[in-house]
Nanobody, 120 residues
Framework: QVQLVESGGGLVQAGGSLRLSCAASGRTFGTYAMGWFRQAPGKEREFVAAITWSGSNTHGDSVKGRFTISRDNAKNTVYLQMNSLKPEDTAAYYC??????????????WGQGTQVTVSS
């Protein structure tokens, strides 16, 4: 079992930065791939980024070059550094965990989400 708790969301102006954190419980954290998804009102859930236990990662096309996923296995935490934020990045952001490559499409474990709002 893995439990995920996100933090770090908030309100930021366009062009600004935020760093989201996701704290995981469970002794098997280091064996799971971790990911971030987002969902805006009225839109489908969108893949943002994912990272393997060893650090290999991939990012969605809409955030490449602006967002960076990372993880600290010693702290059981995964991060999402978001730079050059745009109003269209406004969404609820969710942390997820599962095996690779399932983490990219349909992960099993989910956090409760944290809201990111980017003002223009």
């Amino acid at each position: 079992q893995v439990q995920l708790v996100e933090s770090g969301g908030g309100l930021v102006q366009a062009g600004g930065s935020l760093r989201l954190s996701c704290a995981a419980s469970g002794r098997t954290f280091g064996t799971y791939a971790m990911g971030w998804f987002r969902q805006a009102p009225g839109k489908e859930r969108e893949f943002v980024a994912a990272i393997t236990w060893s650090g290999s990662n991939t990012h969605g096309d809409s955030v490449k070059g602006r967002f960076t996923i990372s993880r600290d296995n010693a702290k059981n935490t995964v991060y999402l550094q978001m730079n050059s934020l745009k109003p269209e990045d406004t969404a609820a952001y969710y942390c997820a965990a599962d095996s690779w490559p399932k983490i990219v499409s349909d992960p099993f474990y989910w956090g409760q989400g944290t809201q990111v709002t980017v003002s223009s």
